[in-house]
């Protein structure tokens, strides 16, 4: 008997990306992070060259990717005028992620026009990164 296809594991994040401290980012928006750094930490065998916020979705085992880019920008969207407000003020990027490590079966991903329009009114720029997995891949690409 054959295997079934394995799923890819997929999350959505949005990041702040910059010159700032992400504790106060924290503190300003009311968002709670899924991870900060600062510049200088490792990563790997390489340094972030600058700080960063996050809010992801755990990684799943999945197809439907354009739900985990829906959840994030729902958990931000209400807070997008203090978003807006921080990032500007500080010259800092702001980024909306899907994240796709690669299996058998490649998610779906669809940007409908609303959609969009909410990662824009973020002034965010949208990403869509694909992976093969790693045999020592631990979920966060090290």
């Known amino acids: ?13 949005f990041e702040v990306v910059g010159s700032f401290d992400p504790h106060d980012f924290t503190k300003t928006t009311g968002l709670r992070a899924t991870r900060i750094w600062r510049a200088g930490t490792p990563v790997g065998l390489l340094a972030c060259k600058d700080d960063g916020w996050e809010l992801s979705t755990e990684y799943e085992s999945g197809w439907n990717l354009t739900a985990h880019v829906e959840r994030v920008v729902s958990l931000v969207e209400p807070h997008r005028s203090l978003i807006r407000s921080y990032v500007r003020a500080r010259s ?10 690669l299996e058998d079966v490649t998610p779906s991903l669809l940007l409908t026009p609303a959609l969009l329009r909410s990662i824009a009114d973020l002034d965010a ?10 045999e020592t891949d631990d979920g966060e690409g090290h």
Do not use: G, H, W
């Open 1 to 13: 008997m054959s295997q079934p296809p394995t799923r890819s594991r997929i999350r959505a994040t």
């Open 92 to 101: 800092l990027r702001a980024f909306v992620f899907a994240v796709s490590i």
């Open 125 to 134: 720029t949208f990403e869509f990164d694909q992976c093969a997995p790693r």
